[in-house]
């Protein structure tokens, strides 16, 4: 039985070259030829204001976001792609995590100094990275930071579980390595995981 997949493709600029928009629109058609059922968010194209305070972030939140909650409810399957940027995760793919996994949706606020309720259990996850630098060395030497706080800090303090990683490196250098990750990618996608 296919799975319900979301994905957000996550990079801010809309120029449609980005390897991003293509790895996005790639591991959809991919799922779709595995029998999954997918829909796709461009972050590029929403507009949503940003968080500035406790207050904000407890509200309801109105217009756009609440239907990108409906997307998160629908998936049983979440794929998160975006470019690494200083390290990290584009702000612009911060913004929208903090927009949609705001307390009563994504989570419950534990009482009496209890951690809190996860309210998207049941669902999986993959983070893929694309970046300049190779993956080994991100690995290595900054020991994947921004990807491991990503899956744990936010998507797993949610219930996702299993949060898995696709690094894609050397994505200004030669074809061939990007040619072997974006193939494992797609297998995956074709599995839905």
């Not at 997307?71 to 995760?89: N, Q, T």
């Not at 702000?91 to 809190?116: M, N």
Request: hydrophobic share 45%; with cysteine.
């Amino acid at each position: 039985m296919g799975k319900n997949i979301l994905i957000i493709d996550s990079h801010p600029d809309p120029a449609p070259g980005r390897l991003v928009h293509g790895l996005a629109a790639e591991y959809a058609s991919a799922a779709e030829a595995g029998g999954h059922l997918v829909q796709t968010v461009k972050l590029c194209n929403l507009e949503f204001p940003w968080l500035r305070s406790a207050a904000e972030f407890a509200a309801r939140p109105a217009g756009v976001i609440g239907s990108q909650q409906e997307h998160f409810r629908w998936a049983d399957h979440l794929v998160i792609i975006y470019p690494l940027w200083f390290g990290s995760m584009p702000a612009l793919l911060k913004a929208y995590l903090e927009q949609v996994l705001r307390p009563g949706f994504a989570f419950v606020y534990g009482k009496a100094k209890r951690l809190p309720k996860k309210l998207l259990d049941g669902k999986s996850a993959r983070i893929v990275v694309t970046m300049s630098m190779p993956s080994l060395f991100y690995r290595l030497y900054y020991h994947s930071h921004s990807v491991r706080s990503l899956a744990r800090n936010i998507l797993g303090f949610v219930g996702f579980k299993p949060v898995r990683v696709s690094l894609i490196g050397n994505v200004d250098g030669t074809a061939r390595g990007r040619k072997r990750c974006v193939s494992e990618l797609l297998a995956l996608a074709r599995r839905g995981e």
